[in-house]
């Protein structure tokens, strides 16, 4: 007889679904051992016959725990956090994962019925915990595992004695029930086999002699993936067992066997080890000469863009090329002392190049981003100017150096430590909305420029805290209608800041303005409370509920007008809202608001249109 007790999460849910007796019908005394089933049902299907095999006479329950995804994958092919997406998509994915999970029960159920057994299922959540609430709950007392790490688990080794086999093999067993396999195995195969099980008397558990002598050197080798080594210790014991049946009669020695099953495990693991080494040290070059082959790539673009520009159109005049001698100079050959900071592109070099003070960002031949990075900052900063975006003064293309005016207090992040007042922080609001209007609504090309990477480390501040917006890496460009009625948007791959991005965004792989705005809208709920980036809307909408917004206000910026300021925080919520139809465009009459805070700061930010 076989019965299946089937585990999964399903949100907060809990539901508990009886196909046939209920569970108390099923005896879990000697007569009764469970098997932990995974979504492999193929691999699992072999499991069960091997218990089936050795157990012929026992109940059979069968345990699986199944989860939810956190990552929701969309049409796109793009996967996103499931905490991001909205209800629809949540119920969505859970329903196909419901669907996927009802189909492997049926498979098992089939192949269960070929045998004349039952089945049961019930809905529970996490691996490790569903099947130690199964163990406690229905006091298993025999329990089969494919998981080398589950076999291990103590809390399930302190109720059960445990068997881990794999693809229809026994790997190892609890050393309470060594004596039990080895009959049931010897009443199956005769009394000629060899007991494959020696008990080490230092342990809490029995394995294959292969795998108990060379512990030390699996647990060095981390890298190796654990189920090519769970098949190289299943291949050597057939091996043996291969050696017993050609020479019948003659029994091998428990110590021969273990010598010999250390020293061939111990060579396919260093066999590996240097295999993984080898593998690394290819994918460093090639990565290496990517990174070689995209450089030499985009000079000839460059190359070839500079020849149209000579037969069609004038050189950008506030552009200048700048040569690798001169870089050098500027920063005493790349001084480390003159690095300023350093990103995923590389490091930021304070410099001073004809007499005024620059900032000198180059690409990092370790970078993880590629060439076409510096080639879209520098065709989206060519086509843009205004007072709060950052000015590109030039470019060496030898170095892939981009070359900005330097601002001396440096970003956002670190002007916030040291103190800003809340007529600084609603200043540079106004500021950066004004400079989002500009770029999705004016460039000399008639395309709208997303930036896609909004946040407190891409907004610079100088001399004066005037705030620049920074860092067109990731920006792309859209095409706009005329009558800039109708919403444009660009496929691309999901990129941005974990905490700024926006969920309409990952979900679709759509870049839209919108996208912007919510990432502007987190911009400002952090101006105005300090708060950290992640969840913050969350939290801020729970305060506001309580009607506690002086609590979350930040403290530090002085005494905030608190009516206007709440009003601008409902704003900035709805900048946040999930659905990107729901946010408000930046030129709508809504930023009233903001527009009466600058006022009373001394500071009114207009919107700055390139003619």
């Not at 690409?363 to 879209?376: A, K």
């Amino acid at each position: 007889m076989c019965a299946s007790w089937l585990a999964m999460e399903s949100g907060n849910e809990q539901l508990i679904v009886e196909e046939a007796t209920a569970a108390n019908d099923i005896n879990n005394g000697e007569n009764t051992i469970h098997v932990a089933v995974g979504k492999k049902f193929k691999e699992e299907r072999e499991n069960l016959l091997w218990v089936m095999k050795y157990f012929p006479e026992a109940t059979i329950v069968i345990i699986h725990v199944h989860w939810h995804s956190k990552w929701v994958l969309t049409d796109l092919g793009v996967k996103f956090q499931y905490e991001f997406a909205n209800e629809q998509s949540q119920a969505q994915h859970r329903e196909v994962e419901r669907t996927k999970m009802k189909k492997l029960m049926q498979d098992y159920k089939s192949f269960c019925s070929e045998r004349k057994v039952k089945a049961h299922h019930t809905e529970r959540k996490v691996v490790l915990e569903g099947i130690q609430y199964l163990v406690e709950k229905y006091q298993i007392k025999r329990l089969v595992l494919g998981s080398r790490s589950m076999a291990k688990q103590v809390s399930l080794l302190r109720h059960c004695q445990v068997w881990h086999v794999r693809k229809g093999k026994l790997v190892s067993t609890s050393i309470s029930c060594s004596k039990a396999i080895c009959d049931a195995q010897a009443t199956q195969e005769g009394s000629s086999v060899t007991q494959i099980l020696a008990p080490n008397l230092s342990s809490n558990r029995v394995e294959f002699n292969e795998t108990q002598a060379s512990s030390a050197l699996l647990n060095e080798l981390e890298e190796v993936d654990e189920t090519e080594l769970d098949n190289r210790v299943v291949a050597d014991h057939d091996k043996g067992n291969t050696l017993e049946q050609e020479v019948p009669g003659q029994l091998v020695s428990q110590q021969n066997t273990g010598r010999d099953g250390t020293s061939s495990v111990s060579q396919e693991v260093v066999k590996l080890k240097i295999l993984l080494t080898e593998a690394r040290e290819k994918l460093r070059q090639t990565e290496q000469e990517k990174v070689a082959l995209e450089r030499v790539m985009s000079k000839l673009n460059l190359n070839q863009g500079s020849n149209r520009q000579d037969n069609h159109e004038p050189e950008t005049p506030h552009i200048r090329q700048f040569t690798e001698d001169q870089l050098k100079k500027a920063t005493n050959n790349f001084n480390l002392r003159s690095i300023i900071g350093e990103g995923g592109y590389g490091p930021v070099y304070k410099a001073n190049l004809l007499g005024n003070t620059v900032a000198i960002k180059m690409l990092s031949p370790e970078s993880n981003q590629s060439s076409r990075e510096y080639e879209q900052e520098l065709k989206v900063l060519s086509m843009v100017e205004h007072p709060n975006i950052v000015k590109l003064v030039g470019v060496c293309s030898e170095l892939y150096a981009l070359v900005y005016e330097y601002l001396p207090h440096h970003s956002l992040n670190q002007r916030l430590a040291r103190g800003l007042q809340w007529q600084d922080r609603i200043r540079i609001i106004g500021e950066q909305r004004s400079a989002l209007i500009y770029l999705h609504t004016s460039t000399k090309r008639g395309q709208a420029i997303v930036h896609a990477d909004l946040k407190f480390s891409n907004i610079l501040l100088d001399e004066n805290d005037v705030s620049r917006l920074s860092d067109f890496g990731t920006a792309r460009l859209i095409h706009q209608s005329s009558s800039r009625t109708t919403l444009f948007y660009r496929n691309t791959n999901p990129m941005g800041t974990t905490g700024y991005i926006d969920p309409a965004f990952l979900m679709s792989g759509k870049l839209t303005p919108q996208s912007d705005i919510y990432s502007f809208g987190i911009v400002i709920l952090r101006l105005l409370t300090g708060l950290p980036k992640l969840n913050i809307a969350e939290r801020i909408k729970g305060v506001m509920r309580k009607g506690a917004l002086r609590c979350i206000l930040d403290v530090t910026a002085g005494e905030w007008p608190v009516a206007k300021t709440k009003q601008l925080l409902q704003l900035a919520l709805r900048c946040c809202s999930i659905d990107p139809t729901k946010r408000p465009s930046l030129e709508s009459k809504e930023w009233k608001t903001l527009h009466i805070l600058q006022e009373m700061t001394g500071n009114s930010v207009g919107n700055f249109i390139l003619t």
